[in-house]
């Protein structure tokens, strides 16, 4: 049914479009356009590792935008582990979920993600668009990976429900994603559109259980994803579908908090609807805040997305009560974060690091002989996907440079072509060889190396930094379960220990 048109004030219903919307901007400090659109009504904004070199730098980013409006919703993609934007220039200090996930206290998710809250609080951000629910079930997926805490739905589900506890113990807002479960898929939905082909029953008993434990656990917000996911809805992804976002989520699931869209920029929404259309789509189909702005992140995106509203609204394509709806969903949030008490009691800086030793899967052979003296680390880079981004550090070189002086490193691409091996072992000489791996199950150019490496140098250490999919091999073999700079540490403690 075609909504009627509405006779709303313009000026509300321009306040109503702009408060739906949650932009990104380029910059350290907030730019007079964005200052303006919050005087106008945005009441939301998103922060990616471009607006943060620092936490006083960032504290007063948010000092500033919340002088223009005190119940301002500032939001970031702070996962942790491979995903960081808090430490985005040196790799993060906590480690992500499938490290969570390989230890398996939920007790220990709580206390990391209550740890990471306070410091967002901290530096004024009360929304994280965290955790990842989704369960990973295809070990080829390029874009979940060591961002889930597991392939198994009830231990991720449990974990959910922990992390999301723990983060809004500390007074901000968990955004659990990506409904309804991104996890069986072998395409990025930063590039096109995935299909998620099994049944309903399967999706039931597999992608929903941890949503299920996220509705229960009080999540504030959750995400949804831009798949297509035929069993529920054969013609619209999730992020544009009535039936997921309001018969699923909100009537089957009973889920009365916010609904936030991926970013629309992406190829997967992008490419098909394009933003504006995809973005009435996505609010009529029942989501609350359009998230965009990793991408398209100035004033012109704003203002069309908002005209684009304004005149679906008016045309009767939208309902108003719809988009009030949305807006007022948004403000209650933002009036949430301002209005809960920030946590107080003792600090734990060092869980982190702590849950990453813990995370640690170590495999040694009898001929295994300790690590000593200046080794030569080479890393196999596969190519970053774009949830990850390619500036954060990672390894184990840096860490284990500062235990052993004099250690050397290289890192190689797939581009760096088939005789790899002995490219490197020429380049290593008579020095030990580690050799730092992330997902080599879904590089077979990674696979070929590590080969030849191991074929020429049995005592080879191999450090898997993404999931240990491939048997463990070299006299060493040393999971993470993650990439970020906590498990980069606690590797090389194990390594030289």
């Not at 920030?342 to 009898?366: C, F, H």
Request: aromatic share 4%; net charge negative; hydrophobic share 45%.
């Amino acid at each position: 049914m075609t909504a009627q048109p509405t006779t709303v004030s313009g000026d509300q219903l321009t306040r109503d479009a702009l408060a739906v919307l949650q932009p990104g901007f380029t910059g350290t400090e907030a730019p007079e356009w964005l200052l303006r659109q919050i005087r106008g009504g945005l009441t939301s904004v998103g922060l990616f590792g471009r607006n943060i070199t620092s936490p006083g730098q960032l504290s007063a980013l948010t000092a500033q935008l919340r002088a223009e409006r005190e119940e301002i919703l500032v939001a970031i993609d702070e996962e942790g582990g491979d995903v960081t934007r808090l430490e985005v220039v040196d790799g993060s200090s906590v480690p992500g979920n499938h490290a969570l996930g390989a230890v398996d206290d939920p007790e220990l998710t709580r206390a990391v993600a209550h740890e990471l809250a306070r410091r967002l609080a901290d530096c004024g951000v009360h929304l994280n668009w965290a955790p990842s629910a989704d369960v990973n079930s295809d070990p080829d997926n390029p874009v979940i990976g060591v961002r889930s805490f597991g392939s198994d739905p009830d231990l991720v589900a449990r974990h959910t429900a922990a992390y999301v506890e723990g983060m809004q113990s500390a007074g901000v807002a968990a955004c659990t994603k990506h409904f309804p479960g991104h996890g069986d898929t072998a395409v990025d939905s930063h590039h096109a559109l995935p299909t998620i082909g099994v049944g309903a029953d399967v999706l039931a008993a597999r992608d929903l259980t941890p949503f299920r434990a996220a509705v229960a656990a009080g999540s504030k917000a959750v995400m949804s994803a831009h798949i297509l996911v035929p069993a529920l809805d054969p013609d619209q992804p999730a992020t544009l579908s009535r039936r997921i976002l309001t018969g699923l989520l909100r009537e089957e699931l009973g889920y009365e908090g916010l609904i936030v869209t991926d970013g629309m920029e992406m190829q997967a929404i992008s490419a098909t609807y394009g933003i504006e259309r995809g973005s009435v789509l996505a609010i009529a189909a029942g989501a609350d805040a359009i998230c965009v702005g990793g991408g398209l992140a100035d004033e012109q995106t704003v203002i069309k997305l908002r005209d684009t509203l304004v005149a679906a609204v008016r045309s009767g394509e939208l309902a108003e009560e719809r988009l009030a709806d949305a807006a007022a969903r948004v403000r209650a949030l933002a009036a949430w974060t301002t209005a809960t008490p920030r946590a107080t009691g003792e600090r734990t800086p060092d869980i982190g690091l702590v849950a990453a030793r813990r995370a640690l899967e170590i495999t040694r052979t009898e001929e295994h002989r300790a690590l000593t003296g200046t080794p030569h680390v080479v890393s196999f880079a596969p190519v970053a996907n774009i949830a990850v981004g390619d500036e954060t550090p990672w390894g184990v070189a840096a860490e284990l440079a500062a235990r052993l002086p004099g250690t050397t490193s290289a890192s190689y691409t797939e581009q760096d072509g088939a005789e790899l091996a002995a490219r490197v072992l020429a380049e290593a000489g008579e020095r030990r060889l580690v050799a730092v791996v992330r997902d080599e199950h879904r590089h077979p150019w990674m696979a070929r190396a590590l080969d030849g490496l191991l074929a020429a140098r049995p005592d080879t250490v191999v450090v898997e930094m993404g999931i240990p999919q491939s048997a463990p091999r070299g006299s060493l073999h040393v999971a993470t379960h993650g990439a970020s700079r906590v498990c980069g540490q606690a590797a090389a403690e194990a390594v030289t220990t």
